[in-house]
């Protein structure tokens, strides 16, 4: 499949086309990435679920689990 655009609607199709095992390439006019890879929906969704998996982790005390000293560090 040949995606026209990286945006979220672009970006959403050629993935879901690849996790059902075709092939996908993305074009668009400047290089790779853009808004939305770099400092849109992607990184904001990654910091979200790191965010919430530390939060697990602060939390497994009570289930007998020993993490110790968790912490967190999200490059830039």
């Known amino acids: 499949m040949l995606v026209i655009g990286a945006g979220p609607g672009g970006h959403a ?3 879901r086309v690849a996790r059902r095992g075709a092939r996908a390439a993305i074009i668009k006019r400047q290089g790779r990435g853009g808004t ?5 929906c992607i990184p904001t969704k990654a910091l979200l679920a790191s ?3 530390y939060a697990e ?6 289930m007998g689990v020993r993490v110790m000293d968790p ?3 999200m490059p830039r």
């Open 13 to 15: 199709a050629a993935v």
């Open 36 to 40: 939305y890879t770099h400092r849109g």
């Open 51 to 53: 965010s919430r998996r």
């Open 57 to 62: 982790l602060k939390k497994l005390g009570w």
């Open 71 to 73: 912490s967190f560090a």
